[in-house]
């Protein structure tokens, strides 16, 4: 079944306590994006990645690090999270096509609260 | 800017009646995108219009694309109290460095009533 996986789901922790999020897909896409959910703001994009070892910055990429190492997984990285990075964060994965053409598969999200 | 807003904000109909939610957006696009968010759920993508299409179909949703105002509507039709949920825009940018950026709206909730 093509899906986007992301671990852990929820997650409750300190502020300064650094954590990562995984995300892994099983479809081959080149494409791979972080975004976070807030209330009235709708989603933000964190960074995304357009294929392996390249990858670029967001509308808020501050206080977040991502890598892409292996075309399948795009982990989301908060070296010291601080009580402004409490959201649902989604990743998402796509087909970079050549015209355009990229409808973005979500993994179900992870709730983070940082205290 | 923000590149997808979205028009309204809420939307409350009965069962069977059809909801229209609009989308603007600001800058050149590849394609706009319309996805749906169940409640606390990840997006699932419903339809994608090119920059070149002016509408498009796939079975009671309707996606207009008017690129001369720089918006976009979602139309539902004879909706069903399973179509509650929240309705996103999303702008991929066109060319240059921010290819592959794709830019959301704020969304419009819909509630559909039994």
């Known amino acids: 079944e093509a899906q986007v996986t992301q671990n852990p789901r929820y997650l409750i922790t300190v502020t300064g306590k650094k954590l990562t999020v995984t995300c892994s897909q099983n479809?081959?896409?080149?494409?791979m994006s972080w975004y976070r959910q807030d209330p009235g703001l709708g989603l933000r994009q964190i960074y995304y990645?357009?294929?392996?070892?390249?990858?670029d910055k967001g509308d808020v990429p501050e206080g977040y690090k991502v890598s892409r190492k292996e075309k399948r997984n795009f982990p989301l990285i908060l070296e010291s999270p601080s009580p402004n990075q409490t959201s649902l964060y989604f990743c998402a994965s796509g087909v970079r096509g050549t015209g355009g053409n990229q409808p973005q598969h979500f993994g179900d999200g992870t709730r983070l609260s940082i205290l | 800017s923000q590149q997808g807003e979205e028009d309204p904000q809420a939307l409350s109909i009965q069962e069977g009646e059809n909801a229209t939610m609009n989308c603007s957006y600001k800058t050149s696009i590849n394609n706009l995108q319309w996805y749906r968010q169940n409640s606390g759920r990840g997006l699932v993508h419903l339809i994608l219009?090119?920059?070149?299409?002016r509408e498009k179909h796939s079975g009671r949703l309707r996606v207009t694309l008017d690129t001369s105002k720089k918006s976009s509507s979602l139309l539902i039709t004879a909706s069903r109290a399973a179509d509650t949920a929240s309705y996103f825009c999303a702008c991929l940018n066109a060319g240059g460095t921010s290819y592959g950026k794709l830019t959301f709206g704020q969304g419009t909730i819909l509630t559909v009533h039994p």
């Open positions: 990645s357009m294929n392996v070892e390249v990858t």
């Open positions: 479809m081959n896409h080149e494409y």
């Open positions: 219009i090119r920059s070149n299409e």
